[in-house]
């Protein structure tokens, strides 16, 4: 009976560990995939003329356009295996210009968003995302430059 209880604790445990060493893989897909897209949008912040003009920290907006558009994007979660693919898409939308061939990037981006009306949808939702973040943060440097008056 002793043998059986230490065989059906060793199979818990080891059950538990592959749970959890599943788990942690996903996470570490999830927080690459994420850093991916956040990367690409802070790239492109940094070409940005307003984020020049405004003396805006690209990294800080390239945030708040991550929150705003992941809020959007397919899939239900963070983790969500459709998200991570959104996120895959996104980097793969905005790192077009710097493709060996725009063309066909182009086209994988229709099979892969699922239509060219869903591949402009989703650049619509980076569009104004940015747009959004853009508004928030000028306002922020505007309350800030008030309040050292």
Do not use: W
């Amino acid at each position: 009976m002793p043998n059986q209880q230490f065989r059906s604790h060793y199979g818990h445990n080891k059950m538990k560990k592959i749970l959890l060493l599943s788990l942690s893989t996903l996470l570490l897909t999830a927080c690459a995939d994420r850093n991916e897209y956040e990367k690409a949008v802070t790239e492109q912040m940094e070409k940005e003329s307003e984020v020049k003009d405004y003396k805006i920290v690209p990294e800080y907006i390239a945030k708040c356009v991550v929150e705003k558009s992941s809020k959007k994007m397919h899939g239900v979660f963070p983790l969500d295996p459709t998200r991570l693919l959104a996120y895959r898409n996104y980097t793969k939308m905005l790192t077009l210009a710097n493709s060996a061939d725009p063309k066909k990037t182009l086209e994988e981006l229709r099979t892969d968003f699922g239509s060219a009306k869903d591949l402009v949808e989703a650049h619509t939702n980076y569009t104004e995302s940015l747009m959004e973040c853009y508004s928030i943060v000028i306002a922020e440097s505007e309350s800030a430059a008030k309040e050292k008056k």
